[in-house]
């Protein structure tokens, strides 16, 4: 499939599964620094019913200058800024990192949202921010993970009555009551996962999963933010791509 039809089934969808983009092995030693770097996140931040880490390249949980080059050199790898480029039709800039786990708490279930509605703007706002900001998950799963559930689509539009009153678990609705239109893209090790951060999705539990999340934008970060998670390389590493990471 060339990049003309990856791009128009992702404006299309919101989403595209490049599966076996990864060669066995490949992530053997990113693997490890993810891994390394969530056990310590954990052990300070970690609660039950939490789905997963957050600011994994921050300096309190990713501390050797080994690791974090080679993490900051994956990240910024043209192999996967380009397919970024490509989907936002943009320039391309780092937001975060993430590690998606089953929550210890059984009787969690998957909850619809979009991430927008986690940035305290009132709606009418959040649907500025679905027009004009992009952001994609790359989803890297390192076991096998049980998929991601979504509305194909809903990344461009907003939410319907019935999307909305489960989404904010209104008249009646839950937030992981089934929705109409969904579908499920399991993953496994090897694939890639790239999702708009706009569309209506949630995780599923119950596989022991461990899935590895980059979010790249269409819009530099905040520099406040990057001085107080540390999850930025130094400005005086040289030894990769520096262009998404760039701030406001």
Request: proline share 5%.
């Amino acid at each position: 499939m060339n990049s003309v039809s990856k791009e128009s089934e992702f404006k299309r969808d919101g989403y595209f599964l490049f599966r076996g983009f990864f060669d066995p092995g490949e992530l053997r030693t990113v693997s490890a620094i993810i891994l390394r770097a969530n056990y310590v996140w954990r052990k300070k931040h970690d609660f039950i019913g939490n789905v997963n880490s957050a600011y994994l390249t921050g300096k309190d949980f990713l501390t050797g200058p080994e690791d974090r080059e080679t993490m900051f050199r994956f990240l910024s790898s043209e192999r996967l800024v380009s397919i970024a480029r490509i989907f936002l039709n943009s320039n391309v800039y780092f937001l975060n990192t993430q590690l998606f786990f089953d929550p210890e708490e059984g009787t969690k279930r998957p909850y619809w949202h979009r991430d927008v509605q986690y940035l305290g703007a009132e709606e009418e706002e959040q649907k500025n921010i679905i027009r004009r900001d992009g952001v994609l998950h790359f989803r890297i799963p390192l076991r096998e993970d049980p998929g991601l559930e979504l509305i194909p689509g809903s990344h461009t539009r907003w939410d319907t009555p019935l999307e909305f009153d489960t989404r904010m678990e209104r008249n009646g609705r839950r937030h992981s009551d089934e929705l109409p239109g969904s579908i499920r893209i399991p993953h496994s090790p090897g694939d890639l996962l790239v999702f708009s951060a706009h569309t209506i999705h949630r995780g599923v539990y119950g596989s022991d999963r461990s899935s590895f999340d980059i979010l790249y934008t269409s819009f530099p970060a905040q520099k406040s933010e990057i001085d107080r998670m540390r999850h930025f390389p130094d400005s005086d590493s040289i030894h990769f791509e520096r262009s998404i990471f760039r701030t406001t």
